[in-house]
């Protein structure tokens, strides 16, 4: 038996309905949560914006809506006030997981900035822990415009996106309390201020964008200038992957492509207490793409190797491809030989001279970040040469495919 016009009308309107809406459904249930580390705080205060409410779950039986709220903790104890009400507190349970949220777009304040999702607050080793919780590509507009200038090109936007994108996925669920932290230490994150019609454009257009190798997702570390030419990971970390190898940078405009750091001697002093000080320094090794591997340090006290790594952290340098200068003033380097030298051989000894207190350590650099992976400033080069986002990310990430995760 055939169906009937009005059956066939009807399963068309079923197919159009599971067609155009399903699909919508699954890509919005597929958008992960990213839950960001933002504050570990003794004190913490978080407020409405504008006119609009805040609501607190966690400090009575319902959600209250409210304007504001400070927490505190010390002496074993955590309490809050409300609406700016400081003579009045209340303490919280021991093992409290306070949910902030609200229905407004502007977000809500902690500190200086706002945020988009939810702030979930909860105390950890001795510390409130702000965290919060949004949708993946909600964050990623954020973090484009905290980690490259949105003056930028589209391109280098686009591809910083993915690249962020990448690896924050690669994050998720790794921490059983949060996902990411909101600074250096993974990716920078400033909340509802860093983002720009540009940057979101960037995100949007790149949605569910990620970079694979060989069907898994990869290590997808950037950094802002590699000074000429990218590292091997396995000169800076533990191992050499495959898809970050040292490449040709195009970063000769970056602002830090070349750079110099004076040190005194008196913060030498205390830098290097153990060695009493600084009397020579000998770069040992370096890599292939010019950066120091092994330097040892001279001081009245012995001597010692540490690792270009630690030297640029001791010294807050912008990254370890440099070379190093011990610079004496007033120091008369014609070495005149005492009346009771002797010569030994061909040779003569003669005296070193004296080590004054009226020193520098000279420090000529390129480059800043540790120089793995996209150099940022080199994306903005070859997107201002016309190169778009693939290929960008196939220059600084070799061998890698970009799909949807």
């Known amino acids: 038996m055939s169906a009937s016009p009005t059956r066939k009308s009807g399963w068309a309107i079923i197919f159009i309905a599971i067609f155009f809406i399903s699909p919508l459904k699954v890509i919005a249930a597929k958008e992960p949560i990213i839950r960001v580390l933002i504050g570990e705080e003794n004190k913490a205060r978080f407020r409405a914006d504008g006119s609009k409410s805040i609501f607190v779950q966690g400090i009575s039986s319902k959600q209250r809506p409210i304007k504001s709220i400070n927490i505190v903790y010390g002496d074993d104890t955590a309490s809050y006030s409300i609406n700016n009400n400081l003579n009045s507190w209340f303490e919280l349970p021991e093992n409290f997981n306070l949910i902030i949220k609200n229905n407004d777009d502007r977000g809500i304040w902690f500190k200086n900035r706002r945020y988009a999702g939810e702030l979930r607050v909860l105390l950890n080793d001795q510390k409130l822990q702000i965290i919060n919780y949004l949708k993946l590509e909600k964050y990623l507009k954020s973090v484009v415009g905290s980690e490259m200038p949105k003056e930028f090109p589209l391109a280098a936007l686009q591809a910083q996106a993915i690249a962020a994108r990448t690896y924050a996925l690669k994050l998720l669920g790794k921490n059983e309390v949060f996902d990411i932290h909101s600074t250096q230490a993974s990716q920078v994150y400033l909340g ?199 290929k960008i990310l196939r220059h600084y990430y070799t061998g890698v495919q970009i799909k949807a995760y």
């Open 192 to 390: 509802l201020e860093a983002e720009t019609a540009k940057t979101n454009r960037a995100v949007r257009s790149t949605t569910s964008l990620a970079l694979f190798y060989e069907n898994k997702l990869i290590e997808a570390v950037f950094h802002s200038s590699s000074g000429g030419r990218t590292e091997n990971s396995g000169q800076v970390w533990k191992y050499q992957l495959p898809y970050l190898r040292s490449v040709i940078d195009y970063d000769q405009n970056s602002t830090k492509y070349r750079w110099s750091k004076k040190i005194s001697s008196s913060e030498l002093d205390k830098i290097f207490s153990d060695l009493g000080g600084l009397n020579s320094i000998q770069i040992k090794k370096k890599s292939n793409s010019g950066r120091v591997l092994v330097i040892k340090l001279y001081g009245p006290k012995g001597s010692k190797n540490i690792s270009g790594k630690n030297l640029r952290k001791n010294l807050k340098l912008l990254s370890n491809k440099f070379d190093v200068n011990l610079k004496f003033n007033h120091i008369n380097l014609e070495n005149k030989l005492n009346s009771d030298d002797k010569a030994v051989g061909n040779s003569v000894l003669e005296p070193l001279p004296p080590i004054t207190t009226d020193y520098f350590l000279l420090v000529e650099g390129y480059g800043s970040g540790h120089g793995v992976g996209m150099s940022q400033w080199g994306a903005k080069a070859m997107a201002e040469r016309g190169a778009n986002f693939r």
